[in-house]
C-alpha cells in the first residue's frame, strides 16, 4: 500500500440533485458527524425513536457493559415485519405497490403493501400451526423472489430468526448451515429460473438432509415454482401454498426485544468453517432505514432496485429490510443481467421507471464487456431518463468501470454512491451521500454519520492520511454483528482482537485515506479470505474442498487479479500420487474444480489448478501463500526465498499453467 499524494477527479455534487436531498450539503453531513461525536447513544436513540414505530419504548440506547457483546436500545420492543409493513397499511399506503416482481421469463407482478401483509401474515400463522416458536431458526433455500421476501418477513412476525442460504450453494453447504443453526423448518421451491434454465432446489434439500445432521428439521415447506414433479417425504414435506390457504391473513406481530435475533447470516471467515453472523432486531432495522433513506435519499415516489440476491447481507438490507421499512416501492428481479441477453438491466430499468439503481462491479464490468462488442445491448438503446441515483457495492470499483458507469447509466448527471460494508455491519459504513460529498472515482468517501471509521497501524494508532492502513470501527454501531451463532469466542477473536487496541472492531480489509480530502479507499482483505465476483470466500474453506477428494494430498488456495471477477481463485494441489501433466492434467483439474462446486457450489469453482511435487514450504513446514500469489498472478518471483525448504518447486509450480 503505498500513498496517493494527487488528488483524483473530484465530481461535485450535482446542484439539482443537492436542492432536494435530504442531507444536501458538505455542512450538513459535518453538522451530523459532530453531533454523533458530541452525544453518541443519544444520537442513535433519537434516530432509533424518529424512524421505528416500538410496542414499548427503549429506556437505554447502549449497553457496553459486556463489551465486545454490545446491546442496543435492549429492553426496547417492536416488531421488523410491523415496521416494513402494518404501518404504512395503517398510514394509508395500503395500496401503493411495494414491489414490482420481474420473473426470469419476462412476468412482471406487482404487489401492494396490503396483499404484501396479508401474504406475510398467512405464512407466519401456517408456520406458528407447524408448531414454529419465537427464537427457532428457520432456513429458507429460495429463489430470488416475493415469496422469499414474504418468508422473511413472515420469521420476523413470528419471532423466529431466519437464515436465508443462497440457492447456488451445494447440498454439503445447505447441511452444514441447517445443522449449525439448528433450523426446525425449511422453506423452499421445487426449482428455480435463472438465465432460461429451470435448477433444482428442493432435490438439494433432500440431498443436504440425507446428509446427516439435520434431525433438527420438522418440516419442509415447498413454494411452487416451475410446477416440476417433485417427491415429497410424507409427513415432512408440504406445499407452501397448501399449508397458507387454510390460513387467515390477519396474525398479531410478536412484539420481542430489539436485541432479539431478526437473523443469522453464514459467511466465510478466513479460517474454518462459515461463521453464522448473528443480528438484532432494532439496531439492525433502524440502520436500514437510516441508510435508504440518507444514502439512497429514498423518496415516496421513487423506484428503488437493488439487484442483490436475499441469499447474501445486501438482499436482507436493501431489498428485505430498508425499502420496506422506508414505505417504498422496490423492483426484484428472479433472473440473472445477461439473459436473454445483456441488456436485460437497461430495458428492466426502462420499463419499471427505475430512479435508483444498485449493484456491484462484477455486473457492471461485465455489462461493459457486452455492450462494447454488441451495439444491441448497449444503453444508449435505451430510455434511462429515470435514473437519478446509482450505486455499488461488494468489491472494490475500478476508476474505468466507475466512469463508465456513470456516463452511460447515469448520463453524467447521477451520482454514484460506492458503498463500503460487510455482512457483520448490517448496513453502509463508508459511502457517500449523494446530496453532500463530491465524488471521486473508486473512492468510498466518509464514513457514515455516526460510524467511527479509521486507519490505523498494528498497534491500533491512527496512521497519517496518504499512508495505508487497516480499517478500523472505533466505537460499536447499532446495526453490528452481535455474535457468531454457537461460538462467540471466534467472534472476540476475529472482530475484536488483541492486536488493533483490543477495543476496535477489525474489519479485515486495509484502507487508505487520501492525502488532501481525507477520502477513504479500501484495498482489499487483509486476511485470508477472497472476493470473487463481490461474493466473499474463504481459502481454507476450498482447501478443504480440495484435501476431502481422494486423490488430493494437499491444496493451497490463493487470489490473483481479474478483470472481469475482481479476483479469481487460484489453486495450487499436490497429488497422493504422481504430478499429472498435459491432457492429464487438465481432465483432472475438471474433477476437482466439480468436487469444489458438489462441495460448496459453483461460485467457489476454482479458476486455475495447478499441480505441483510440492507446496513451498519454510524449513517449519509453513506453506509460504505470500510466494504462491505472485505465481498465480504470473510474475517472477524476486522475494528472497533462502528460508524455502524446497526453492526449486516455484520454477515447477511457475511452468505448470
Ligand atoms: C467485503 C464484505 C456488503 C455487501 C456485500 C459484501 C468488500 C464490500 C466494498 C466496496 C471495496 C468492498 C470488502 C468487505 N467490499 N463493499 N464498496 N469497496 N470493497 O458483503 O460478503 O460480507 O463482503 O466485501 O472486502 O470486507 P460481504
Redesign the pocket.
Known sequence: MSGTTQPATLYPVPAEFASQARIGSRAAYDELVASAQADYPGYWAKHARDLLTWHKPFTKSLDESQAPFFKWFEDGELNASYNCLDRHVEAGLGDKVAIIFESDDGIVTKVTYKELLGRVSRLANALKTQGVQKGDRVVLYLPMSVDGVIAMQACARIGATHSVVFGGFSAQSLRDRIEDAGAVLVITADEQKRGGKNLPLKAIVDEAIALGGCDSVKQVLVVRRTGGSIPFVEGRDAWLEDVCAKESDVCAPEWVSAEHPLFLLY?SGSTGKPKGVQHSTGGYLLHATLTTQWTFDLRPDDVFWCTADIG???GHTYVTYGPLSCGGTQVVFEGVPTYPDAARFWRMIEAHKVSIFYTAPTAIRALIKAAETNADVHPRQFNLTSLRLLG??????NPAAWEWYHREIGAGKCPIV???????TGGHMITPLPGAHALTPGS?TLPFPGIDAAVVDETGKEVPWGQGGVLVVRKPWPSMIRTIWNDPERFKKSYYPADYNGKYYL???GAIRDAETGYFT?T??IDDVL?VS???MGTMEIESALVSHPLVAEAAVVGRPDDLTGEAICAFVVLKRSRPTGDEAKQLATVLRNHVGTEIGPIAKPKDIRFGDNLPKTRSGKIMRRLLRVIAKGDAVTQDTSTLENPAILDQLAQSN
Do not use: K, L, S, Y
Open positions: 459467511t447474501w447481507v445486501t455499488t457495492v461488494g468489491e472494490p470499483i460506492d458503498t463500503f460494508w460487510q455482512t457483520e468510498c474489519a479485515g480489509d479500501i482489499g482483505r472476493n463481490g461474493h466473499r
